[in-house]
């Protein structure tokens, strides 16, 4: 992942021509003249850096300082369990506070193919387990009094053509079911209600949804688990994790250091870490975001009516909001298929972007970044054991509530306070003969098929 700080000469080079300085081309189009390569997230909530300490032993050891680690610590603490969070970087760095501050309950799940290869009732059991995260992250922040900017708005979702439209009507039931909360079809024609454009053939409005700012909550998150007694520590990699009488010793670039239990947190970022058999079953994939400069609450509120969060049906898809204060637009989507820095993903984003909202082709991007998501083969969350070791992993990109309701209930196993079972509990996980959790040698070839395939769908419609 690229160095977040303002451009430099290193990355720029890569698109100056021949002649061209430094100056002339951050003055182009479609750059701010201040752009900055690091989240827009990070002006009001950039993670701290914290005291990298490491202690003799541990109760529980997390490995992986994001939504999952955070919620797993605060759930063991206030069981009374004694929990170290150990992160490569500065706890909330990665995703946690990179992604697009969505907030769902199992919706991709939803969509899925669930009862073809789970069959009626388990498929029901999974797709309950999902849809309750939503209700649990609004506790959450209720109960610990995280400052997030949370609303629940709803999201839209545009279909990419008529059949992409036709799906999502036989999902709605199912959405209701999982959500809780009342869905609806909104036909092509009707979708100035939620987003100005004509992009879309129509779509899906789900009121179980809601937005956030995930640097807040990342921030909020850590701050509760520390105020309940989980040590948080900054900068330290775990290389391994190795079985030890009845516990495990970790070794880490700043020593090692016993535990009794532990939890691998890791997610998009578990390539290279101490779990390779996890490692082998999660697809690390980079999403890209860029955030336009501030164009105003009253343009702001024009183009999206209600500031509902949207997505599309795309293989290649978009997501968007507006930003919390109202002043300018998140855009975020696979831009790239192979490893990219923020600077040459910009450009892309931006022109997806004018694609839906072609009035937006002056406005500049004053911020871009990435992190990365991790998907499985399934395209299922997985909580488990292996050797041991715990695990929870694979929120398929929207994992901001899916994540923190996953901490919970891996916390609630270690702990042996489960009251019931977890329905994505022990679920074969699968892998691929030959992966080895690099994925950038296919990807691309992926992403090439995926446009291919949606511009295929779009030319048929």
Same mark, same amino acid.
């Given at each position: 992942?690229?160095?977040?700080?303002?451009?430099?000469?290193?990355?720029?080079?890569?698109?100056?021509?021949?002649?061209?300085?430094?100056?002339?081309?951050?003055?182009?189009?479609?750059?701010?003249?201040?752009?900055?390569?690091?989240?827009?997230?990070?002006?009001?909530?950039?993670?701290?850096?914290?005291?990298?300490?490491?202690?003799?032993?541990?109760?529980?050891?997390?490995?992986?300082?994001?939504?999952?680690?955070?919620?797993?610590?605060?759930?063991?603490?206030?069981?009374?369990?004694?929990?170290?969070?150990?992160?490569?970087?500065?706890? %909330?760095? %990665?995703?946690? &506070?990179?992604?697009?501050?969505?907030?769902?309950?199992?919706?991709?799940?939803?969509?899925?193919?669930?009862?073809?290869?789970?069959?009626?009732?388990?498929?029901?059991?999974?797709?309950?387990?999902?849809?309750?995260?939503?209700?649990?992250?609004?506790?959450?922040?209720?109960?610990?009094?995280?400052?997030?900017?949370?609303?629940?708005?709803?999201?839209?979702?545009?279909?990419?053509?008529?059949?992409?439209?036709?799906?999502?009507?036989?999902?709605?039931?199912?959405?209701?079911?999982? &959500?809780?909360?009342?869905?609806?079809?909104?036909?092509?024609?009707?979708?100035?209600?939620?987003?100005?454009?004509?992009?879309?053939?129509?779509?899906?409005?789900?009121?179980?949804?809601?937005?956030?700012?995930?640097?807040?909550?990342?921030?909020?998150?850590?701050?509760?688990?520390?105020?309940?007694?989980?040590?948080?520590?900054?900068?330290?990699?775990?290389?391994?994790?190795?079985?030890?009488?009845?516990?495990?010793?970790?070794?880490?670039?700043?020593?090692?250091?016993?535990?009794?239990?532990?939890?691998?947190?890791?997610?998009?970022? &578990?390539?290279?870490?101490?779990?390779?058999?996890?490692?082998?079953?999660?697809?690390?994939?980079? &999403?890209?975001?860029?955030?336009?400069?501030?164009?105003?609450?009253?343009?702001?509120?024009?183009?999206?009516?209600?500031?509902?969060?949207?997505?599309?049906?795309?293989?290649?898809?978009?997501?968007?909001?507006?930003?919390?204060?109202?002043?300018?637009?998140?855009?975020?989507?696979?831009?790239?298929?192979?490893?990219?820095?923020?600077?040459?993903?910009?450009?892309?984003?931006?022109?997806?972007?004018?694609?839906?909202?072609?009035?937006?082709?002056?406005?500049?991007?004053?911020?871009?970044?990435?992190?990365?998501?991790?998907?499985?083969?399934?395209?299922?969350?997985?909580?488990?054991?292996?050797?041991?070791?715990?695990?929870?992993?694979?929120?398929?990109?929207?994992?901001?509530?899916?994540?923190?309701?996953?901490?919970?209930?891996?916390?609630?196993?270690?702990?042996?306070?489960?009251?019931?079972?977890?329905?994505?509990?022990?679920?074969?996980?699968?892998?691929?003969?030959?992966?080895?959790?690099?994925?950038?040698?296919?990807?691309?070839?992926?992403?090439?098929?995926?446009?291919?395939?949606?511009?295929?769908?779009?030319?048929?419609?």
């Amino acid at each position: 992942m690229p160095t977040v700080t303002r451009v430099t000469l290193r990355h720029a080079a890569r698109r100056v021509p021949a002649g061209a300085t430094l100056g002339m081309m951050m003055n182009r189009h479609p750059f701010a003249a201040d752009f900055k390569a690091r989240p827009w997230w990070w002006e009001a909530a950039e993670p701290p850096a914290r005291d990298n300490t490491l202690p003799e032993r541990t109760r529980v050891a997390i490995v992986g300082g994001g939504y999952t680690g955070l919620s797993a610590a605060l759930t063991l603490r206030r069981l009374g369990h004694e929990v170290v969070v150990l992160d490569a970087e500065r706890i %909330g760095w %990665g995703a946690s &506070s990179r992604n697009g501050g969505m907030v769902s309950g199992g919706l991709k799940v939803a969509r899925g193919p669930l009862e073809k290869n789970f069959g009626p009732e388990r498929a029901a059991e999974i797709a309950r387990a999902c849809g309750a995260s939503f209700p649990f992250i609004e506790e959450t922040i209720a109960r610990e009094g995280i400052e997030c900017d949370y609303v629940r708005c709803g999201r839209f979702v545009g279909a990419w053509t008529p059949k992409h439209f036709d799906t999502l009507a036989k999902t709605l039931p199912r959405i209701q079911e999982i &959500s809780g909360h009342p869905a609806r079809m909104i036909p092509r024609g009707e979708e100035g209600g939620f987003i100005a454009t004509t992009h879309y053939h129509g779509g899906m409005f789900a009121e179980g949804s809601g937005s956030l700012h995930p640097g807040k909550y990342a921030r909020g998150l850590a701050a509760a688990a520390e105020r309940a007694g989980a040590h948080l520590v900054d900068q330290v990699r775990v290389a391994a994790a190795q079985p030890e009488g009845a516990g495990f010793r970790l070794h880490t670039s700043a020593g090692e250091m016993r535990a009794d239990t532990v939890l691998m947190a890791t997610n998009g970022y &578990s390539r290279g870490g101490p779990m390779p058999w996890l490692t082998r079953r999660l697809l690390p994939v980079a &999403s890209y975001i860029i955030a336009t400069e501030e164009l105003g609450e009253e343009r702001i509120e024009r183009l999206f009516p209600r500031r509902r969060m949207i997505s599309d049906t795309k293989r290649v898809l978009n997501y968007y909001r507006p930003s919390p204060d109202g002043k300018r637009i998140l855009w975020g989507g696979r831009a790239s298929f192979a490893p990219q820095s923020p600077e040459a993903a910009a450009p892309r984003l931006h022109a997806m972007m004018c694609a839906v909202l072609p009035e937006l082709r002056d406005v500049r991007v004053t911020h871009a970044w990435t992190g990365n998501v991790a998907f499985t083969f399934d395209y299922l969350p997985h909580l488990g054991e292996e050797a041991g070791v715990h695990y929870a992993a694979g929120c398929q990109g929207s994992g901001v509530a899916m994540a923190t309701w996953m901490g919970h209930n891996a916390a609630l196993k270690m702990a042996g306070a489960s009251n019931a079972g977890f329905a994505l509990d022990g679920l074969p996980f699968p892998d691929r003969a030959l992966y080895n959790g690099n994925p950038d040698w296919f990807l691309p070839m992926v992403g090439a098929w995926y446009r291919l395939r949606d511009r295929i769908d779009r030319i048929a419609a």
